[in-house]
């Protein structure tokens, strides 16, 4: 992400930029994609999981029952690019700050509040919160407004499950997701590169879609600290930067939430940001993208580019949430 203004930045500098001071990939490219896509799910998987598996991160294992029918088939981005190149202001700017810095953060014991136009508003324990509802595997393509992109095999259930057991009012037009805000735990809070706490919304159809999920492990296992442990937000047809991590609270309320990109940059960084290639409000194209991790060196410097596609490929789910809008002003 980035928070200069348009006028200050060369749209030659964006992605190399980033990709440069991502310094020393470890992984090769998995070169799993073709056979495996054209073998099936069950062959996919076991393959593009396989240089990583059993546990891949040594974290706690968190069950989950696969969505084959919501997940792509495209060959897994390796759990190595998914816990190094991230996104997570809150531990520094850099895309290898959040490994290095996000142990520090305690995610036990960890409480989010449900609250505002709800008939019963309430605190959930992250215990409760696991139980809550049957965990899925998603693997989700996972787009970010950068123009790189990743496949992730996601764990969590349906957003919708938790709004529903807090009764949302007729006037809930919108939900917030708010971060947690602790400078102590999270040093890149001390900088003012963003408004703290971190903020992201969605409106409440797309709140409410099957496909958002309200997400609590990748690749198996618990979400590692760099990932938005213990739990954070995943809207796989929006960029990225839609969901936010380490969330606790959220928030249903009548009037469209102001978010944190929006309060950065207003140009760039719309309330919908749906993936689109047609609109690229920033100063760099959105047509393309570069697939994380199958590049080689350098942060997939040089992966080859391909077309982004409409909704980030999920077009057929969600297109009817804005039938009629104009998306190049609603970006
Ligand atoms: N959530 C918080 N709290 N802070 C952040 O800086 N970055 C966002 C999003 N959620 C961010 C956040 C951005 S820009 C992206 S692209 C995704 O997280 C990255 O998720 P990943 O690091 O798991 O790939």
């Known amino acids: 992400m980035l928070i200069k203004k348009p006028r200050d930045i060369a749209s030659s500098e964006i992605t190399p930029r980033e990709a440069f001071r991502g310094r020393r990939r470890f992984l090769a490219a998995a070169g799993l994609g073709a056979a495996a896509a054209a073998a099936g799910i069950a062959t996919r998987r076991a393959a593009a999981i396989a240089p990583d598996a059993p546990h891949p991160g040594g974290l706690p294992a968190l069950p989950a029952r696969k ?23 809150e531990f520094g700017t850099s895309k290898r700050d959040p490994a290095e810095y996000a142990g ?13 136009e709800a008939l019963k508003p309430r605190s959930f324990g992250i215990e409760d919160l696991l139980k809550l509802a049957p965990m899925e ?13 990743m496949v992730v095999p996601w764990i969590g259930y349906p957003l919708s499950s938790l709004l529903r057991a807090v009764q949302p009012t007729g006037k809930a037009k919108y939900v917030e997701f708010v971060t947690l805000l602790d400078p102590a735990q999270m040093p890149g809070q001390s900088n003012p590169v963003l408004q703290w706490p ?28 760099q990932d938005g442990a213990p739990l954070r937000m995943v809207i796989p047809w929006k960029y990225g930067f839609k969901g936010a991590k380490s969330i606790v609270r959220i928030r249903l309320v009548e009037q469209q939430p102001v978010t944190s990109w929006m309060r950065a940059v207003p140009d760039w960084y719309g309330f919908y940001s749906n993936v689109n290639p047609h609109v690229s409000p920033q100063n760099w194209s959105q047509a393309t993208e570069r697939r994380i991790g199958q590049g080689g060196a350098f942060g997939g410097l040089f ?28 970006f």
């Open 67 to 89: 969505k084959a029918e919501l997940s792509t088939l495209e060959a897994l981005t390796p759990y190595k690019d998914v816990t190094t190149y991230n996104n997570f202001y």
């Open 104 to 116: 520090r953060l305690r995610t036990r014991p960890w409480t989010v509040v449900v609250e505002g």
């Open 137 to 149: 595997e998603r693997i989700y393509r996972h787009r970010c407004v950068e123009a790189w992109s």
């Open 198 to 225: 971190y903020r992201e919304g969605l409106r409440m159809d797309e709140a409410m879609h099957p496909l958002t999920l309200l997400t609590f492990g990748l690749y198996g296992e618990v979400l590692p600290n």
């Open 303 to 330: 992966a080859p580019r391909v077309p982004t596609q409409m909704f980030n490929g999920y077009g057929d789910q969600v297109a009817r949430l804005y039938a009629g809008m104009d998306l190049s002003k609603y």
